[in-house]
């Protein structure tokens, strides 16, 4: 019996809500992984949280899951004509008159700790945030459609000083972590493509 491409990707969607599905943030690597049933299967590359405010280390849960989500603290000011004057500013800044504070997009946000959550982001290529976890766009719809409220999330390591990352995932041998094992296969699949079905 021949399976069309579509019922395939039907199968394939069946088994993923049907499997056991975790998070891992490694802040040393400053890489997400998407688990199922203990079994990465997807590997983002992140920004989180920088020093003043680092990601908080420890053992969470999805609380919450908002597709347009804006923060209530940061964002960025303009004036009176449109034009930035504070591009990382908090809510609580003077504005200049006729200017507004225009909160900052945290599209695809899945809160897993007080006001921190993984959503898509701005990546410099090191930990830049307020404590969040920004993901390429890409990987956050992934991510964002197939955890579910109450899916464990468990963020280890140490933020590193001074280093630099690639925004793109080194998929081809990258460094394996130990907490995988030796092995993981030849590597994770490249982000979904826009329109997937898991968008």
Not at 158 to 176: I, K, M, W
Request: net charge positive.
């Amino acid at each position: 019996m021949r399976v069309g491409p579509g019922l395939t990707i039907l199968f394939c969607t069946a088994a993923l809500l049907r499997a056991e599905t975790s998070v891992e943030i490694d802040l040393q690597e400053q890489r997400a992984y998407l688990l199922q049933n203990g079994r990465p299967v997807l590997a983002s590359p992140i920004s989180s949280g920088r020093y003043g405010h680092l990601t908080k280390t420890g053992s969470f849960t999805v609380l919450q899951k908002e597709r347009s989500h804006y923060s209530s603290m940061y964002g960025k000011i303009v004036d009176a004509n449109g034009n930035t004057v504070v591009a990382d500013a908090d809510a609580d800044m003077q504005v200049p008159r006729g200017g507004k504070f225009i909160p900052a997009p945290m599209h695809y946000f899945m809160r897993f700790n007080g006001g921190d959550g993984m959503h898509a982001g701005y990546l410099p290529g090191y930990a830049a945030s307020h404590g969040c976890v920004r993901m390429p766009e890409r990987y956050a719809i992934a991510f964002f459609n197939v955890v579910q409220v109450g899916t464990p999330v468990t963020v280890f390591g140490r933020t590193p000083v001074n280093r630099y990352y690639s925004s793109q995932p080194q998929q081809p041998g990258f460094q394996r972590r130990p907490r995988f094992g030796p092995v993981m296969g030849p590597g994770f699949p490249p982000p979904p493509p826009p329109g997937a079905w898991w968008r």
